[in-house]
Antibody, heavy 125, light 113 residues
């Protein structure tokens, strides 16, 4: 069964840091781009960042660029999101999700699926 | 950035009646090389992560009831629930995977009238 499990969320003060993890199972992580998506309380879905299957390319939404860093360890089947200089507006459930599929022929854009259950990050003093 | 705009923001439909949600993208998500629309629909029930219902604008995912259907091309898309059931109460999102940044509509909340 394909599964993603996030961890690392919690309460942090403004300006603080947090590192989220996403453990993947049931598929080969090294064949997929991976994304982080967040959802503020009572709000919609907001894509945060994604990373190429080999980690060589990373993309970020404008408001987190320079503060957040996405990384991965395919040998450990894990995805990470290092969040620094956190702000109140970063408060959200953070989901990891499987992104583009890659094989010897190239990478193929696809929808985000599956998603993990999410981990809640609360930025407050 | 491709902006996704859904309408309406919410709707209340009687059990067994049709629900229709619209999604408009600020630029075409139809890729000419393969004639595919890079558009998906998700359902999010309270306390749950999003679940994909429709991909490529009109392909129903395995296990999704056939009362859910997607249509449209280019910039205008529709999700239809042909006969609303109680378990369909949720927020529905459209999502474009044509380009980075990936973007979502603001969501449409579906309730029982």
């Amino acid at each position: 069964e394909v599964q993603l499990v996030e961890s690392g969320g919690g309460l942090v003060q403004p300006g603080g840091s947090l590192r989220l993890s996403c453990a993947a199972s049931g598929f080969s992580l090294g064949n997929y781009w991976m994304s982080w998506v967040r959802q503020a309380p009572g709000k919609g879905l907001e894509w945060v960042a994604n990373i190429k299957e080999d980690g060589s390319e990373k993309n970020y939404m404008n408001s987190v660029r320079g503060r957040f860093s996405i990384s991965r360890d395919n040998a450990e089947n894990s995805l990470y999101l290092q969040m620094n200089s956190l702000r109140a507006e970063d408060t959200a459930i953070y989901y990891c999700a499987r992104d583009r599929y890659c094989n010897a022929a190239g990478c193929f854009w696809r929808w985000l699926a599956p998603w993990g259950q999410g981990t809640l990050v609360t930025v407050s003093s | 950035d491709i902006v996704m705009t859904q309408s309406p923001d919410s709707l209340a439909v009687s059990l067994g009646e049709r629900a229709t949600i619209n999604c408009k993208s600020s630029q075409s998500v139809l890729y000419s090389d393969n004639n595919k629309n890079y558009l998906a629909w998700y359902q999010q029930r309270p306390g749950q992560p999003p679940k994909v219902l429709i991909t490529w604008a009109s392909t129903r995912e395995s296990g999704v009831p056939d009362r859910f259907s997607g249509s449209g091309s280019g910039t205008d898309f529709t999700l239809t629930i042909s006969s609303l059931q109680a378990e369909d109460v949720a927020v529905y999102y459209c999502h474009q995977y044509y380009g980075t940044p990936l973007t979502f509509g603001q969501g449409t909340k579906v309730e029982i009238k």
